[in-house]
């Protein structure tokens, strides 16, 4: 009996202390549970106060970029103001300027400007331009545009004498210099680049015609050089020269009997050629007594005259113009050259009266103009301004269609 009751004791005893372990172990494991959920309890609550710092922080800083971006808006604006302010004052000046100074200043250091950079674009604007214009000659005319504005201005280089004329053939791409106010000889180039890369003229095909051209407005359109001829009973006509044989094909005497020149600023000026999308165009005055420049629109192949107008746009002031669309944009300045502008516009269609377009200023440059040559393809002007060769690229907006 008795090992038996000391087995059970025993037993009883490996029972408690096993009760005891086991107790021992989940009080140990019950802590731990609890430290742990303390722990994950303080983490949620950091991750909250984080994502909610965080949304405040992105809140501050949006708020933050509104207020700056409101600054910046209204510092724009200001800007722009201040820069309404600036061009109204320098007009003021011009005009100030104009009417006290022996001849507003021209800045003459002003550096021709990038003419690699320049030559280098444009033989990538040329490659593309015979497509561009076999789509132009394929279009019916529906060409509604006017100038809204003057987007840059690229100084070429200086060639000749401070009077005289370049343009470019839009189809062929070549480029024609007219040195002077008169003359037999015009000088030719492949591309504008040739030209600005050109010492002088020396890179360039001289051409020799069989009368003098008469004052810088001619026009070179279609591989046909148009130009003015005076002969010695100072009869005006409009030629016509193919500049690919090297003859005249046509010849017409000028609508009118008379030798008052189209623009007063610049009486070599007998009358001027212009081409547009349109066709050709002659701007030239009546008679002395006429105080308007007259347009009449050309057969470019006959030379005929189609219809004449009116545009009441005054020769008193006019240094150049220009037809676009149909379009005549005359070109003022003052007798001492001060800043040249569009101050009367002149619409065959009707289209655009004087008002609706825009008051357009020339960036100052040298002196006056003698000659703002359109070229329709590119949308831009060949100015000739003392002796710089000058181009402007317009910006256009459609017509507003009564
Ligand atoms: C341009 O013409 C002027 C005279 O009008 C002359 O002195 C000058 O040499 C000419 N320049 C060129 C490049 O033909
Ligand atoms: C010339 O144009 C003005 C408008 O600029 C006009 O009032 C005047 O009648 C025109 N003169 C002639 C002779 O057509």
Redesign the pocket.
Known sequence: MKPLFVLLISIAWTFTGAQHYYQGLMDYLENRLLAIEDRMQLWHDLSQRYHTEMKDFKKLTAEAMDGLRNDHSTLFKDLEGAGVRVDRVEREMDYVEAQTSPRACALKTEKVVEQEAWGLQESRVEEEDEEEWEELLSRVSDCVEIISGIRSVKILKRVGSPKGMWTRDPRSSKVYVFNGTSGDTIYQFDSVRDFSRSLGVTSSRNIRLPSDWSGPGSAVYNGFLYYIQQDSDMDVQVVRYDLLTGSVTDMTMFPVESHASVYSLNPETVADLAADDEGLWLLYAPSDS???ISLAKMDAATLDIEQIW?T???RENAEAAFVVCGTVYVVYNTHLASRSRVQCVFDVNDMVISEEAPLLYFPRRYGAHTSLKYNPEEKQLYGWDDGYQIIYRLTMKRKLLA
């Open positions: 006429e105080p308007n009116d009441r746009c005054p």
